[in-house]
């Protein structure tokens, strides 16, 4: 027997490419538990479709009935109670004769008995181990093959969170769990789909900046810098989003683009203005005409909003119900400075907190809330009618 060696990864084989070589009529046998405790399968196809069910990596030891060296590594490496656990616990183990399954021998290029193969669930080889090994030097390698096969399942795992993601739309997400793949899994298959899920994802993306930039050379900047901010939002992480990033900053700075954007900006607040106006929110309606009056001084929109906002000052019950609705916004922010006082312990400043609530806005639910805190705060349950016998 010549020395154990480790045979050069050139001559590795993927294990799944072995089952068009298998004889399909080649006799199904059960696992059975050997002398060392381990349940030894004998069948590659049933092997393989439980290693892939468990997500665990294979042990398969080829061997002969007459081999000394393969009885020797049965009746020590095997029996060694680190090695039998490891192999009951974390590895699908199978065991096959090389003269009943020629095929699978000739096919893996085995050269002397016993050989050993450790697989992951994938059918990736990670060792191809030939000759005698001591219990010592094949538990370090299994427990790599382990490992291997560990950082597989997880490169799987977010293989398929990334589809997920992108059925869901969440394309940053999906984005990012692809790079990892791509840098991790390299020329592996997972990282070879991995590939072509975030080529996908890049030509969508691609697609939403071309459209972008097809809206600013017809002169549709406002449109175009919505799709832009749009496109980073939805495809934060790829190489489109960086592009559109460098793209708006480069619009935004154009003197043209910043009067666009200040038009649009003074638009949008008449118009909220006005809506506030109809639904009577006349204090909010107010602040939009004062942020026109100091923002957009030279603009028409301005100017409206100076008669927008006479037809409250002018008006008595509008302006008092500006004043009521300016009360009743006060009055929030004390109720919630008067918690923050209470978390802290400062009673007394939010007992002048709650005080304020009820005379900015008395008869209102926010003054009972103030009045129920106020009680809870001075220990008082509400009065009631008493009455004294003598004893």
């Not at 050997?34 to 399968?41: F, H, L």
């Not at 002397?112 to 030939?130: R, S």
């Not at 989003?241 to 700075?253: F, P, R, W």
């Not at 927008?308 to 009743?328: G, V, Y």
């Amino acid at each position: 027997m010549h020395a154990p060696s480790i045979r050069p990864a050139a001559r590795v084989f993927v294990l799944i490419l072995l089952l068009a070589s298998l004889d399909p009529a080649a006799a199904v046998a059960q696992p059975s538990a050997g002398a060392t405790g381990i349940v030894w399968r004998t069948d590659y196809n049933a092997a393989r479709k439980e290693a892939q069910e468990k997500g665990l990596p294979i042990l398969l030891v080829v061997g002969t009935d007459d081999c000394f060296y393969c009885r020797k590594l049965e009746a020590t490496t095997f029996r060694d109670p680190a090695v039998a656990g490891f192999v009951s616990g974390e590895f699908v183990a199978l065991k096959l004769d090389a003269n009943r399954e020629p095929a699978l021998a000739k096919s893996l290029k085995v050269q002397m008995y016993p050989t050993m193969v450790l697989a992951g669930a994938d059918g990736k080889i990670h060792a191809f181990i030939e000759g005698y090994v001591e219990a010592g030097r094949l538990t370090e390698h299994m427990k790599r093959a382990s490992a291997a096969s560990a950082t597989a399942d997880w490169m799987a795992r977010d293989y398929n969170e990334a589809s997920k993601a992108i059925g869901a739309g969440d394309y940053p997400r999906a984005v990012s769990l692809l790079k990892g793949l791509v840098a991790e899994a390299g020329n592996r298959p997972v990282g070879v789909k991995a590939k072509e899920l975030l080529a996908g994802v890049e030509q969508q993306a691609a697609g939403r900046l071309a459209r972008a930039r097809d809206l600013e050379l017809k002169g549709y900047t406002p449109e175009a810098l919505d799709a832009l901010a749009e496109l980073v939002k939805d495809y934060a992480g790829t190489q489109a989003a960086s592009n559109a990033t460098g793209l708006m900053a480069g619009l935004a700075e154009k003197p043209e683009n910043l009067d666009r954007q200040r038009a649009r900006q003074a638009r949008d607040l008449l118009a909220m203005a006005k809506e506030e106006f109809r639904r009577g929110r006349y204090h909010d309606c107010l602040q939009r005409c004062e942020q026109l009056s100091t923002g957009f001084p030279d603009r028409t929109e301005a100017k409206e909003a100076g008669t927008l906002a006479a037809e409250i000052k002018d008006n008595p019950e509008r302006l008092a119900a500006a004043c009521e609705q300016m009360n009743e916004k006060t009055a929030a922010m004390y109720l919630t400075l008067a918690d923050s006082w209470v978390k802290k312990g400062q009673h007394a400043e939010a007992t002048t907190c709650l005080e304020k609530v009820m005379k900015l806005a008395p008869n209102s639910r926010q003054a009972e809330f103030a009045q129920a805190q106020l009680t809870k705060i001075q220990g008082r349950e509400p009065a009631s009618a008493a009455s004294f016998r003598k004893p």
